[in-house]
């Protein structure tokens, strides 16, 4: 007896939905477990966490902060770049800050916890930050020299041209000092909180500076991967730092310079991407081999 074509086309699409869900819905998700069991692989299936004295301390695929309670940085441990992952390489909560070269202006509040840095402001106060941890010259092109960005907000008498007629600092406010107390020949004031220069007329002029075209602080050292959980650090960062932590351990530089170069992996097969440095690992090996005095 033959079925009619509804029947016919409705039972074939049933045996589709069957042998596919125990394909792709029991065998290939069964196989990719036993394939991850294979000796060599187990650590990787199973998020390759490092585990010492028993205890798990992380992953070596996922970057962590080396802060104390309050939040600042332990001198001596190298220190991770800068996350956008929820409060902090978040694994639950990856994501990058999602701002991008145009975001120069602060958003200023009467109360500071409300205010919003724009991405400029936060490269200048951490590439400051650094500096001032590392000995190290911790200017950049377009930022003040107390770590905010370097923007005006220049007003004319006739819109976008004329004369010059008020010019604000955007990114300061009292108590700081102009960054350029004039420009072209018009004083520089300091923002009000709460006020939109743009929105009132103003140009914004990001001012260069006279910072050196190559910062002494690493790019990575003041910006946060796309995924806000990348473990490493460029062997420049990681350079800068090597002072610091031989003096807080009491070590020789040079000792802890080698132990860099050995937890420094290259270009992945040789052409892709750049040399990296693991800070969970080694900031083991620190602890390890130069235990804190």
Same mark, same amino acid.
């Given at each position: 007896?033959?079925? *009619? $074509?509804? #029947?016919? %086309?409705?039972? !074939?699409?049933?045996? =589709? /939905?069957?042998?596919?869900?125990?394909?792709? &819905?029991?065998?290939?998700?069964?196989?990719?477990?036993?394939?991850?069991?294979?000796?060599?692989?187990?650590?990787?299936?199973?998020?390759?966490?490092?585990?010492?004295?028993?205890?798990?301390?992380?992953?070596?695929?996922?970057?962590?902060?080396?802060?104390?309670?309050?939040?600042?940085?332990?001198?001596?441990?190298?220190?991770?770049?800068?996350?956008?992952?929820?409060?902090?390489?978040?694994?639950?909560?990856?994501?990058?800050?999602?701002?991008?070269?145009?975001?120069?202006?602060?958003?200023?509040?009467?109360?500071?916890?409300?205010?919003? *840095? $724009?991405? #400029?402001? %936060?490269?200048? !106060?951490?590439?400051? =930050? /650094?500096?001032?941890?590392?000995?190290?010259? &911790?200017?950049?092109?377009?930022?003040?020299?107390?770590?905010?960005?370097?923007?005006?907000?220049?007003?004319?008498?006739?819109?976008?041209?004329?004369?010059?007629?008020?010019?604000?600092?955007?990114?300061?406010?009292?108590?700081?000092?102009?960054?350029?107390?004039?420009?072209?020949?018009?004083?520089?004031?300091?923002?009000?909180?709460?006020?939109?220069?743009?929105?009132?007329?103003?140009?914004?002029?990001?001012?260069?500076?006279?910072?050196?075209?190559?910062?002494?602080?690493?790019?990575?050292?003041?910006?946060?991967?796309?995924?806000?959980?990348?473990?490493?650090?460029?062997?420049?960062? !990681?350079?800068?730092?090597?002072?610091?932590?031989?003096?807080?351990?009491?070590?020789?530089?040079?000792?802890?310079?080698?132990?860099?170069?050995?937890?420094?992996?290259?270009?992945?097969?040789?052409?892709?991407?750049?040399?990296?440095?693991?800070?969970?690992?080694?900031?083991?090996?620190?602890?390890?081999?130069?235990?804190?005095?």
């Amino acid at each position: 007896m033959r079925l *009619p $074509s509804w #029947l016919s %086309q409705h039972l !074939a699409a049933l045996r =589709a /939905v069957l042998v596919f869900t125990v394909l792709l &819905g029991l065998v290939y998700p069964l196989a990719l477990v036993a394939v991850g069991r294979i000796p060599g692989l187990d650590g990787k299936a199973d998020g390759s966490l490092i585990e010492v004295g028993g205890r798990t301390v992380g992953s070596s695929l996922i970057g962590q902060s080396f802060t104390d309670a309050d939040g600042n940085p332990v001198p001596r441990y190298f220190q991770s770049r800068p996350s956008a992952a929820g409060d902090g390489y978040d694994p639950t909560s990856t994501s990058a800050s999602n701002l991008g070269p145009e975001s120069v202006v602060d958003t200023l509040a009467a109360d500071p916890a409300d205010s919003t *840095p $724009s991405l #400029l402001t %936060q490269v200048c !106060a951490r590439s400051k =930050a /650094v500096g001032e941890r590392d000995g190290v010259d &911790g200017r950049r092109p377009y930022c003040t020299p107390d770590g905010v960005g370097a923007v005006l907000a220049v007003f004319r008498a006739d819109g976008l041209t004329g004369r010059i007629i008020r010019v604000v600092s955007v990114n300061q406010v009292a108590p700081a000092t102009p960054f350029v107390s004039t420009w072209q020949g018009v004083p520089v004031e300091l923002a009000r909180p709460g006020q939109d220069y743009v929105a009132e007329g103003g140009v914004v002029t990001p001012v260069r500076g006279d910072a050196p075209a190559e910062p002494a602080v690493p790019a990575d050292a003041v910006t946060a991967s796309g995924s806000g959980l990348d473990p490493h650090i460029s062997p420049a960062y !990681a350079e800068i730092q090597v002072a610091r932590v031989a003096r807080e351990r009491g070590a020789d530089p040079a000792a802890i310079r080698r132990l860099v170069e050995e937890h420094t992996t290259g270009r992945s097969l040789g052409f892709m991407g750049e040399p990296g440095v693991n800070v969970l690992e080694l900031n083991l090996a620190l602890d390890e081999k130069y235990p804190a005095r």
